[in-house]
């Protein structure tokens, strides 16, 4: 422990000259030092120091940088409630130094041990540190008795050994620096009582040692004086004056000097605490007894407490407060009614036994909301912190929250931290409500919630995905460039920037020419459109591709679609009379089961398009299969030829074959001239089977 001070006046005692008591001091320092392993930090300054005092360095001895302090870094505690900021953190150096002039006694009255409790908040990462200030007291306080001056009556008829209570001293100091001693002025006939004073003891006892005699003297005058052990020692005075009376020559006597009882803190008014009973042997009046509460009963203990001036019964008045006192102590005196009454004495010690009627406190010191999505474990969320105004078990505090949530606390004494523990995903959860409960160890036991409100920040994780995996988009020959040829979509389920989508071609060639010289893609909406106007005769359809599903750019994510144009010729779009051959499914006759073949329309084709799907699958066995399908074939009766296209298996395109009805070349020559060459039939044949798609 480090000491800001110490105290003047100190002399060397021999024995400490000797290597025995400096090797065991030197093991002392080094098991109050704090290290490494130290829970707690600890230091101590006597009271009444001026401001500016040095306590300790802190940061040192944390081991903390300068540079991750900041303003309010620092928070003082006293009994579990913030304290008036006696102390103060230097940030440009990290000493710890007395801000406010410290009063032991204003702080703690005469508690044994007066504490500061400090957290040392640090930055960057996020570090609470506990330290504790004890103030040490200075003997700044002499002794004082309740009252100036005394007066007693005694009989001259009472023996010696005769015994007479006097109020004691009060000193606010604590340890050695109260009152550790009494002395009295020279008397004849009364000595004091200098047996070890009782711990909390408020009473001195007078005795007489010799006995009076009215008619030598009527009036005795003493002086009482209270000594503290502080260096130098602190003193007061009384002074007491005894008037010596004839007659009434009993005290009433209490069965006991000192009762002691126990009484929960819930008592209820009217709940009898003791009943006490004193007797006087005197005869008559002189033997009836009166109780009352005397008068170093305390004006609180008066509030709390009452007595039946008839029974002696002492009873609850009062809300009792374990928390507010642990125990009281009440002095009765019993009066008899003689002409010179008599007086006797006892003290009545209540324990206080606390009941569990606080419930626990959590304290939100620091939130750190919103946590992005990508937090790593242990993270910190959120400082707190629990308190509870009862003693003991009671007293103790757990903090606990739901095991479902991605998060998790870690405490040290009476201070949490809320760290992250599992993955978090804002697209799943955007925000969570987090109810922390703090329950005590009492019995019945009592709790408490707060619930805090973490939000969930986005990064950019997901990437966005069209709403189809392939488009197949029908278009007439000879069209209008800038007709629209369809719209695509696709969402993205992060917010605001990382879910803007924008939408482009991949980069490709297309008969030698890139594919934006075909088609254009509105970057906002989706919709493509027809660069040029498109030629039936010099291609039928082209795929613009997909990219890579891992495709990543580093500032946003992309997805990738895949679409094929086809085009027919407008005169042909039309249904012929001969319609496809049963040979071959058709839409009224495809199996319903998914792995079996399906002929469907395609997407965009009209309800009497002449254009077909054909999927084929394990589940349909008297089909032929992909290898054993003609390239193309004549409908008979119609003038169409359907052109059959296979994707290779490694495809990312559906395993499909595409039959697009077209229009007979031969017969088309044969409107315009009867008859041709073999090998102009050939080229022309050639032509009608070209594929143009750009695999």
Same mark, same amino acid.
């Given at each position: ?22 090797l065991l001091l030197l093991s002392l ?58 102390? /103060? ?29 400090? /957290? ?66 020279p008397s004849e006939h009364f000595e004091?009582?200098? %047996? ?16 009076? =005699? ?64 004193? *007797?006087?042997?005197?005869?008559? *009046? ?19 407490? *009452? ?25 009765? !005196? ?105 329950? =005590? ?62 939408? *482009? ?87 319903? /089961? ?28 008297? !089909? ?18 359907i052109s059959i296209r296979q994707e ?24 315009? %001239? ?5 090998? !102009? ?13 750009? !695999?």
């Amino acid at each position: 422990m480090e000491l800001a001070g110490t105290r003047p006046g100190a002399t060397e005692h021999p024995r400490l000259r000797t290597p025995m008591f400096w090797l065991l001091l030197l093991s002392l320092l080094l098991l109050l030092l704090p290290g490494p392993a130290a829970s707690q930090l600890r230091y101590s300054v006597p009271e009444e120091q001026t401001p500016g005092a040095l306590v300790g360095n802190v940061a040192r001895a944390l081991g903390l940088e300068l540079r991750r302090l900041g303003p309010g870094c620092l928070r003082i505690n006293h009994l579990g409630a913030p304290s008036p900021r006696y102390l /103060e953190l230097d940030l440009t150096s990290g000493a710890l130094f007395v801000n406010e002039r410290i009063d032991r006694e204003a702080l703690c009255e005469q508690r044994p041990r007066c504490l500061l409790s400090l /957290e040392v908040l640090a930055h960057s990462p996020v570090a609470v540190s506990a330290v504790e200030v004890e103030v040490l007291d200075i003997n700044d306080n002499s002794p004082r008795f309740p009252r100036p001056d005394y007066q007693l009556q005694v009989s001259e008829s009472v023996a010696p050994g005769a015994r007479f209570h006097i109020e004691s001293a009060q000193d606010p100091d604590v340890g050695t620096n109260s009152v550790q001693t009494y002395e009295l002025s020279p008397s004849e006939h009364f000595e004091l009582d200098l %047996k070890p004073l009782q711990e909390n003891s408020k009473v001195l006892e007078l005795v007489l040692r010799k006995g009076l =005699d009215r008619e030598q003297a009527v009036l005795h005058h003493l002086v009482l004086t209270a000594v503290d052990g502080g260096s130098p020692a602190r003193s007061g005075t009384a002074q007491i004056s005894v008037l010596v009376l004839d007659t009434n020559d009993n005290s009433p006597a209490f069965d006991q000097s000192t009762y002691r009882v126990q009484l929960r803190e819930d008592a209820p008014p009217g709940t009898l605490v003791v009943k006490l009973n004193a *007797s006087d042997p005197d005869e008559g *009046s002189n033997g009836e007894l009166t109780y009352s509460l005397s008068s170093y009963t305390s004006d609180r203990e008066r509030q709390l407490f *009452s007595i039946d001036a008839s029974t002696g019964e002492v009873r609850v008045s009062g809300e009792l407060d374990y928390e507010e006192a642990s125990s009281y102590q009440i002095y009765v !005196q019993a009066t008899d009614r003689g002409p010179v009454p008599m007086v006797g004495h006892c003290k009545v010690l209540v324990d206080i036994v606390d009941v569990n009627d606080n419930a626990p406190e959590v304290v939100l010191t620091d939130l750190y909301s919103p946590v992005p999505e990508d937090a790593a474990p242990n993270t910190v969320v959120a400082l707190l912190s629990v308190n509870d105004q009862d003693s003991g078990p009671n007293r103790k505090v757990s903090l606990g929250l739901e095991a479902t949530l991605p998060f998790r606390l870690n405490g040290f004494g009476n201070s949490y931290t809320l760290v992250v523990s599992g993955p978090l995903d804002r697209e799943q959860v955007a925000a969570y409500n987090i109810t922390v409960t703090a329950t =005590d160890g009492g019995v019945p036991q009592l709790t408490s919630q707060r619930t805090l409100q973490v939000e969930i920040s986005d990064i950019n994780d997901n990437p966005p995905s069209f709403l189809k995996d392939s488009y197949s988009i029908y278009i007439e020959e000879n069209n209008l460039p800038g007709v629209l040829l369809c719209t695509v979509q696709a969402t993205d389920p992060d917010e605001k920037e990382n879910s803007e989508v924008t939408y *482009s071609l991949m980069e490709r060639e297309i008969q030698g020419l890139p594919v934006t010289s075909y088609v254009s893609i509105n970057s906002a909406s989706g919709s493509l459109y027809a660069v040029n106007s498109f030629d039936y005769e010099k291609f039928r359809e082209f795929f613009p591709r997909q990219p890579n599903p891992d495709w990543r750019y580093s500032a946003s994510l992309r997805a990738g679609m895949h679409s094929s144009v086809h085009l027919e010729e407008a005169g042909i779009l039309r249904a012929g009379p001969g319609g496809p051959d049963q040979q071959w499914p058709t839409v009224s006759s495809a199996t319903p /089961e998914p792995e079996a073949g399906e002929v469907s329309p395609p997407v965009g084709a009209g309800v009497n398009s002449n254009s077909w799907t054909f999927k084929y699958g394990p589940g349909n066995p008297k !089909q032929s299969g992909p290898g054993e399908l003609p390239d193309k074939f004549i409908i008979p009766g119609s003038p169409a030829i359907i052109s059959i296209r296979q994707e290779p298996t490694n495809s990312q395109i559906d395993k499909s074959d595409f039959i697009t009805f077209g229009k007979k070349e031969e017969t088309k020559k044969k409107k315009k %001239k009867k008859k041709g060459n073999k090998t !102009q039939e050939k080229k022309e044949k050639g032509n009608s089977t070209t594929d143009n798609s750009d !695999q």
